[in-house]
């Protein structure tokens, strides 16, 4: 059911982002669709950590490790390079939209576009970054 969530949240994410910002881009790319997939298949992996408060919603597009101190030393790497990965993938993300539109310069508006609509369609008990800091949803 959270995959689903997830999956929806990514089409609508698109969908927003397609109606609000720029009406008349195509941004399924075989590189969008590249991308979203890496990003799926990682959600599962970080379902646990989302859910626990290690990871985060930062307010500029990322993910956050928030409380490193609450994942066992063991698993430390393997969350800090899902982590990473996630954040590389929206990186990408956000560059396969602007590139697709021959517009590279967007990713920055693309990028904010995104950011809130992370955090919009985070789970209930997620922490997500606000201007007076750490929040549970």
């Known amino acids: 059911m959270r995959l689903l969530k997830f999956l929806v949240a990514i ?34 992996q970080l379902l646990p950590y989302y ?7 930062n307010m500029d597009g990322t993910i956050v490790l928030r409380d490193i101190a609450s994942v066992p030393l063991a698993a430390r790497k393997n969350l800090n390079d899902l982590v990473n990965a ?4 929206r990186d ?10 021959a517009h590279p310069e967007w990713q920055p508006q693309i990028r904010k576009a995104f950011a809130p609509r992370w955090i919009a369609h985070a789970e209930r008990g997620w922490w997500v970054m606000s201007d007076d800091g750490w929040v549970q949803k």
């Open 11 to 44: 089409g609508m994410l698109v969908v927003s982002l397609n109606a609000c910002a720029m009406e008349d881009i195509q941004i399924n790319t075989p590189g969008v669709k590249a991308v979203e997939a890496r990003m799926q298949a990682r959600h599962l």
């Open 51 to 57: 859910a626990s408060g290690a990871v985060g919603l």
């Open 86 to 89: 996630e954040n590389r993938d």
């Open 92 to 101: 990408a993300l956000y560059a396969e939209i602007a590139n697709a539109n």
